[in-house]
């Protein structure tokens, strides 16, 4: 070799050595067969099962969405949706909403993750592919991993692309989990090597057409939902305004879900989306239709909150809002920013009873949209309420808003709340504008009740329920930033519980559904949440309302620990009595139990939970010495729910609250239960310092049958012979060796090699035990420490 090459050799791998930056390695390319991949067919499945799992919801990281091809065009953002620093709104990002094409989208600054960033090469160098070669080139998992609050870079071009990894080693895709197999990662880069092409279009028209028995049922709905005249117009804005979250599922075609939109065209024409912030904004146009559109992207749990319809709902809807007279002649009302924001001005005209009665039907869809709707990330909503409670409802015929209606219309402008504008100035971000108003209500309302109930109301007040399905009790379960509802009296008998009335129910609704902008500015956020809290109170009092008089300052003050003012007050809340006869010392388990066995029982089947109820004054029995009968087992897992397990502070510390459970039975079968956290919070009445309120020598465990929640943070697998051992590693673990072993004997690590194969296994169960309900399962929280 002649002197001047092997010296010029040596002068170039000098001076690559003096740049201190880490390139990403080349793409180890597979070459590229002449098989087409099929979208749908081959790549969905995999990004279905191993990518929506974080990337599916506001909180994806870098806004990267791929429950469908769009999502998947669309690409990345390295804008925020949730910025709690935020001091002006930002525009929206909906998929399908807010843009409607590729083009549209890299005009809000998305940008590919598809793209090949080489394309000299023979070999696909897009983020996708690179990020998945990173993970397959270093599979191990060291660490923690916290995609919620880990920072992002979120690359969009090569220079980047290298930072990423140079930063963040061990932090390919997918984030924090097991690499792809070696077939799911050549399907990919073949896909992507051909172009990364999404659906035919006779695909598309497939998956986004309703089927031929839905198309009937649909028409029967949009003909009710665009009927010309004013009666018609102001229910179908009002369904349409707590709809437009819904996933609606037509009975003739179960597997089938549609969203409610407002659309510039009318059917058979493809439909045009109004794309309004919120749904009570102007439309923009004075002509407009309500449409069906079919959900076409993966079913994520998170946020699929199913409403069926059929013909006898259909025929409900028009007994309860077309039937009945109306307290107004049936008028349009236009959509004015302060009139639309307010529903009790806005549908004044429409009877308060037939309002109510539409939210009781539907109240356990209503609640779930406070849990799973805008707020999908969860502390904004949820750090105002305790871990667990229990929740009832007025019955319209003593609500007294549907009683006397000219009360609402008097007390408009004190029901106002702060969801008028996404943009408050940040000078009212701390604002006691609501709060006062809120003051001025809650005191007028006070006043009513207690001049037309002077004694108080007994069981009566309390709705049972019309029909067997119905939920006339909820429980509520906080995982600390998810949340889920059930029916029924689940769990340990909670600290607290709420009543709830009509403008209560109405207000949260419009709060934290309707009227929370995830886009809106610190202002509005923070006034949204500080409005909870008189929301939160209000259903409290409501609650106290039927205890005797003397337990309802002491009680009310045990939620409220540390709080000042109100530790600090001497007044019993409320003047009336109540109509109930006590007999013990424990007045809110009392209540429960006349309400639960004497009022709803018959009618609905709603009864206690038997492995985590117990009476107010009774505490959980000690654990077995030795496991011989089910009794055993039983009175085992019903010893677990006492407070103060060392194991609880443990993994609470590392933001695990929810785990669910495979316990394998004796002849192969299989049972699934969730093991839910309830911790203790001294009192949940203030945005800060929540770390400070919490006390973890009172948390306890309730032990629920199914599947629980849409963010497992842990995922365990014990046989049933092995129950004894885990029950003493739940009730006894300390820290040491031997239980930290344990832990790693149950629990399933995010860096375990078998972690997609155990999450395959749980996501196919919910399935099956739910059709209907489940969803896929969101691994952003998932115990964030790996071993």
């Known amino acids: 070799m002649p002197y001047r090459l092997i010296f010029l050799i040596f002068i170039a791998l000098l001076l690559s050595s003096c740049d201190n930056k880490t390139k990403a390695k080349p793409v180890k390319t597979i070459l590229m067969n002449q098989k087409k991949v099929d979208y749908l067919k081959e790549v969905k499945p995999i990004l279905d099962k191993r990518c929506v799992s974080c990337h599916s919801c506001y909180n994806s990281p870098c806004q990267s969405k791929f429950s469908s091809f769009e999502g998947v065009d669309r690409g990345g953002s390295k804008d925020l949706v949730y910025d709690a620093t935020r001091l002006l709104a930002t525009d929206a990002t909906r998929l399908f909403i807010d843009a409607q094409n590729t083009q549209e989208w890299r005009k809000k600054d998305f940008y590919s993750l598809t793209d090949d960033l080489d394309p000299s090469t023979y070999q696909n160098d897009s983020i996708m592919m690179q990020l998945l070669s990173d993970k397959r080139d270093n599979p191990q998992i060291i660490g923690e991993y916290d995609p919620e609050h880990d920072t992002l870079i979120c690359p969009k071009d090569q220079d980047e692309m290298d930072k990423y990894l140079r930063k963040k080693p061990n932090h390919g895709m997918p984030y924090g989990f097991p690499a792809l197999k070696r077939k799911e990662f050549e399907t990919i880069n073949q896909w992507l090597l051909q172009g990364a092409k999404g659906p035919t279009v006779q695909q598309q028209n497939k998956i986004t057409s309703p089927s031929k028995q839905t198309s009937i049922e649909i028409g029967k709905w949009e003909t009710f939902f665009n009927a010309p005249d004013a009666k018609h117009a102001m229910t179908a804005r009002y369904l349409y305004e707590h709809y437009f979250l819904a996933h609606i599922n037509f009975k003739s075609s179960p597997k089938e879900f549609y969203e409610l939109v407002r659309s510039t065209t009318p059917s058979p024409q493809p439909i045009e989306v109004i794309p309004t912030l919120r749904p009570f904004d102007d439309p923009g146009t004075e002509k407009f239709y309500y449409r069906f559109r079919r959900i076409h992207s993966t079913i994520v749990h998170k946020t699929h909150m199913v409403v069926e319809f059929d013909d006898t709902e259909l025929a409900r809807t028009k007994k309860l809002f077309i039937t009945p007279k109306w307290h107004q002649k049936p008028h349009r009302v236009g959509y004015e920013s302060k009139l639309s924001a307010n529903p009790f001005v806005a549908f004044a005209q429409i009877p308060v009873q037939s309002r109510y009665q539409f939210l009781l039907n539907h109240n356990h869809y209503i609640v779930m949209t406070f849990i799973r709707g805008p707020v999908c990330r969860g502390q904004m909503a949820l750090n105002v309420i305790h871990d667990h409670f229990w929740v009832m409802f007025q019955d319209p015929q003593y609500d007294l808003s549907v009683k006397k209606p000219n009360f609402l219309q008097e007390q408009s402008d004190n ?58 009790l909820l429980t509520i379960y906080r995982h600390f930033d998810s949340a889920s509802v059930h029916r029924g009296v689940i769990g340990e008998l909670p600290r607290t519980m709420w009543v709830i009335d009509y403008p209560q129910l109405e207000r949260i609704y419009y709060s934290l559904v309707a009227g929370y902008d995830v886009y809106g500015n610190i202002s509005h956020q923070t006034n949204v949440r500080r409005y909870m809290d008189f929301l939160r109170m209000e259903g409290e009092a409501n609650f106290l309302s039927y205890l005797p008089k003397k337990y309802r300052l002491p009680l009310f003050k045990s939620w409220y620990i540390g709080d000042k003012k109100i530790e600090e007050k001497t007044d019993h809340l409320l003047d009336r009595g109540t109509k ?16 639960v066995k004497k009022h709803i029982l018959k009618s609905t089947g709603i009864a206690f939970d038997s492995t985590n109820y117990y009476k107010e004054g009774e505490h959980p029995p000690r654990m077995p010495k030795t496991f011989r009968t089910y009794k055993d087992f039983e009175q085992g897992a019903r010893s677990l729910t006492a407070a103060g397990m060392g194991f609880v502070k443990y993994i609470t510390d590392y933001g695990a609250n929810l785990f669910h459970l495979r316990i394998i039975l004796p002849k192969g079968e299989n049972r699934v239960s969730t093991l839910v956290i309830n911790r203790w919070h001294d009192n949940v009445n203030s945005l800060f310092g929540e770390e400070s309120r919490l006390n973890s020598s009172k948390d306890t465990i309730d032990i629920i049958k199914g599947s629980v929640g849409s963010y497992p943070n842990l995922f365990a697998i014990v046989h049933y012979k092995d129950l004894p051992d885990f029950f003493h590693l739940i009730a006894n673990f300390d820290g040491s060796e031997p239980y930290l072993e344990k832990i790693e004997k149950y629990f399933i690590s995010r860096a375990d090699p078998k972690f997609w194969e155990t999450f395959d296994w749980f996501q196919a169960h919910f399935e099956h035990a739910d059709p209907l309900g489940a969803g896929l399962y969101d691994l952003n929280r998932y115990y964030r420490k790996s071993w």
């Open 415 to 472: 029901l106002r709340m702060p969801i008028e504008s996404s943009m408050l100035s940040v000078w009212q971000t701390f604002s006691d504008a609501y709060r006062n108003k809120y003051r001025d209500y809650f005191k007028a309302k006070q006043e009513l009740y207690d001049k037309t109930y002077p004694q108080g109301l007994g069981l009566e007040g309390i709705w049972k329920g019309n029909k067997a399905e119905d939920a006339p």
């Open 580 to 595: 109930i006869s006590y007999r013990t010392p424990y007045p809110k388990g009392e209540f429960i139990e006349k309400v």
